[in-house]
T-cell receptor, first 115, second 116 residues
């Protein structure tokens, strides 16, 4: 079945530390999206990749970077963590039919807590 | 102004009630629309895609009005299990030579609580 695997599920980091979140679209998929969802907020688009190249960029801080690898998995790297970075981070892949977006499949998310 | 605006919530209704959610979008280039459901601390999951002619799936009916740029979701005969946050989502359906897809833009979400 189509889906997305994310790891880790939970992560606790201290301020100013770094964190790496991983995303594995299933099956391998050319496009991945990263979203950040703060407490009580809607998911905010961070960045996306198509065929290992950045395809779109949203409200991603300069302290964050991401990439998509040759096996199509993606990693979100977060440095100099701040308390406000505490959120759920979702990775998603789209389904499409004849070029039309059909739906997005989300991973279960990584809950990052910065203390 | 947010690109996708939803009715403020929360909604608290008794079982069996009919509840309607409305959502407006500002980007006229948006082509695809969806309603997602999100349970507490879980990932968003697709509830319905919204087609231009409107569509129905059991107790759920979604409608799209492009002229007024709004989308609606109607839930009939509410169940306790319908309690969740409902997110209105738009997507500028973009077809390019590379086949790259478009990001989803979410509304803030409406929380529905169905009480016995």
């Amino acid at each position: 079945a189509a889906g997305v695997i994310q790891s880790p599920r939970h992560l606790i980091k201290e301020k100013r530390e770094t964190a790496t979140l991983k995303c594995y679209p299933i099956p391998r998929h050319d496009t991945v999206y990263w979203y950040q969802q703060g407490p009580g907020q809607d998911p905010q688009f961070l960045i996306s990749f198509y065929e290992k190249m950045q395809s779109d960029k949203g409200s991603i801080p300069d302290r964050f970077s991401a990439q998509q690898f040759s096996d199509y998995h993606s990693e979100l790297n977060m440095s100099s963590l701040e308390l406000g970075d505490s959120a759920l981070y979702f990775c998603a892949r789209n389904g499409r039919l004849q070029g039309r977006v059909t739906e997005a499949f989300f991973g279960q998310g990584t809950r990052l807590t910065v203390v | 102004r947010k690109e996708v605006e939803q009715d403020p919530g929360p909604f608290n209704v008794p079982e069996g009630a009919t509840v309607a959610f409305n959502c407006t979008y500002s980007n006229s280039a948006s082509q695809s629309f969806f309603w997602y459901r999100q349970d507490c601390r879980k990932e968003p999951k697709l509830l319905m895609s919204v087609y231009s002619s409107g569509n129905e799936d059991g107790r759920f009916t979604a409608q799209l009005n492009r002229a007024s740029q709004y989308i609606s979701l109607l839930i009939r005969d509410s169940k306790l299990s319908d309690s969740a946050t409902y997110l209105c989502v738009s997507c500028p359906e973009r077809e390019t030579n590379t086949g790259a897809n478009s990001k989803l833009t979410f509304g803030k979400g409406i929380t529905l609580s169905v009480r016995p």
